[in-house]
């Protein structure tokens, strides 16, 4: 229950053929755990995560959520943040990766902060091109990398295991397909609720639990 809550409270607050891997490649959620995975060729993979530790991001652009959420191995949603991803030129590449690497505490080579401050505290690496999920602006559009607040950094940093758990990145919308875990956890809109949320949520149409709907974008 105390992690349930903690989802409240961050959203609240927050303003082969086909390789999963692949950068170019397109990722559209079918369901809580199966995604459709299509290349730049047009070739398609479903891939199943069911059993496994994962980290959904509904990308900061147009037609996705802004959100990341992390789901465990049970298929339990157990954290929901607010994030900021790729400015235009620099955007975030969708596919599911595994995570490749972990660091606590890190200053980007490639753009360091001109004070000396680490800017990319609770790392959690996803591409060799140094896309990662870390500690940063959610407000501010990123290089490339997926920016979270810190309790969410935090948290999913202290729960992701290098080599096993997976990262989803997707220009879908994603909320349709836990919005009902969120509402029987409590979740209500408020004033503090972001604005790109709340205008979502006004046509969003939820999917229920294990009805096998795939996105209505897709």
Same mark, same amino acid.
């Given at each position: 229950m105390k992690q349930i809550i903690q989802i409240i409270t961050v959203l609240i607050l927050g303003s082969l053929l086909v390789q999963a891997g692949d950068p170019e490649s397109r990722v559209f959620p079918l369901s809580k755990s199966k995604f459709t995975v299509v290349n730049k060729?047009? /070739?398609?993979?479903?891939?199943d995560l069911s059993g496994q530790d994962y980290i959904v991001v509904s990308l900061r652009e147009k037609g996705a959520d802004g959100l990341a959420y992390a789901i465990d191995r049970d298929g339990v949603?157990?954290?929901?943040a607010v994030i900021s991803s790729g400015a235009k030129g620099h955007e975030t590449p969708s596919g599911i990766f595994p995570i490749w690497r972990k660091e606590r505490f890190y200053m980007s080579k490639a753009h360091p902060d001109p004070r000396g401050i680490n800017n990319m505290d609770f790392s959690l690496w996803f591409t060799?091109?140094?896309h990662a999920i870390h500690m940063?602006? /959610?407000?501010a559009m990123s290089h490339g990398c997926i920016h979270v607040g810190r309790k969410g950094a935090e948290s999913m940093f202290n729960w992701a295991q290098k080599d096993k758990t997976k990262v989803v990145i997707t220009r879908e919308h994603y909320l349709p397909f836990?919005?009902?875990?969120l509402k029987k956890a409590g979740y209500k809109e408020n004033d503090q609720t972001p604005a790109h949320i709340k205008a979502y949520l006004k046509t969003m149409v939820p999917v229920a639990p294990n009805s096998g709907e795939s996105h209505p974008s897709h």
């Open positions: 060729a047009g /070739d398609e993979k479903v891939v949603l157990w954290w929901a060799h091109q140094g940063g602006n /959610d407000d836990v919005y009902d875990d």
